[in-house]
């Protein structure tokens, strides 16, 4: 079946240091992986995205995204986190097997502390 | 060029009653997904449009509906209102399927008494 876990619920990280939010899917056909970003009292956005090519990902805001097909993860990472980062963040991935259908994660609540 | 519209933003109903609301895409943008965000169950997928055909569908009872014009504007129906529908519904818009990101709307906040 179609899946995709992100498996923390929370992620606290120091301003200033690295962070890293976990993303693992499952689908059967090619996958086309996407990042959004839901800030408090805000409309989710687009980070970024994984079609096809270079492993790495830049996206918005500094972010990048490493896409790894034998470990079926997409894991979203900032060299230097800023307390702006805090936010809710979602993985989706498309099944290119599967009309398309787009699935998401449950999100991850990303906090920066000063 | 304009963003994803939703309209109204804010709604209040009583169990029972019936609620259409309404999305404009982006210009140019021919699908169209709506979604129900609640504190406790995360962002759920609701049905997806393409070029006025569903092409995907979440799992939700069959009071939720939808459509899309040839304009591509979107509409979304939910008949005999439950306390549980409260929730924040969202819309957003793509140009096509697959490889496409999508940009969303404001979302209108259902409030049913």
């Known amino acids: 079946a179609q899946s995709v876990a992100q498996p923390e619920d929370q992620v606290n990280v120091a301003e200033g240091n690295p962070l890293t939010v976990k993303c693992t899917y499952s689908v059967s056909g090619n996958p086309y992986l996407f990042w959004y970003v839901q800030y408090p009292n805000r409309g989710l956005q687009f980070l970024l995205k994984y079609i096809t090519g270079d492993n790495l990902v830049k996206g918005s805001y500094g972010f990048e995204a490493e896409f790894n097909k034998s470990q079926t993860s997409f894991h979203l990472k900032k060299p230097s986190a800023l307390v702006s980062d805090s936010a809710l963040y979602f993985c989706a991935v498309r099944d290119g097997n599967s009309n398309y259908q787009l699935i998401w994660g449950a999100g991850t609540k990303l906090i920066i502390k000063p | 060029k304009a963003g994803v519209t939703q309209t109204p933003r804010y709604l209040i109903k009583t169990r029972g009653q019936q609620v259409t609301l309404s999305c404009s895409p982006i210009?140019?943008?021919?699908?169209v997904s709506w979604y129900q965000q609640t504190p406790g169950q995360g962002l759920q997928f609701l049905f997806e449009?393409?070029?006025?055909?569903?092409?995907n569908k979440g799992n939700f009872p069959g009071r939720f509906s939808g459509r899309q014009f040839s304009n591509s504007r979107s509409e979304m129906n939910v008949s005999t209102l439950e306390l549980g529908d409260s929730a924040l519904y969202l819309c957003?818009?793509?140009?096509?399927?697959?490889?496409?990101?999508?940009?969303f709307g404001p979302g209108t906040r259902l409030t049913v008494t």
């Open positions: 210009s140019g943008h021919r699908s």
């Open positions: 449009y393409f070029s006025e055909t569903q092409r």
């Open positions: 957003a818009s793509s140009q096509g399927e697959g490889l496409y990101e999508q940009y």
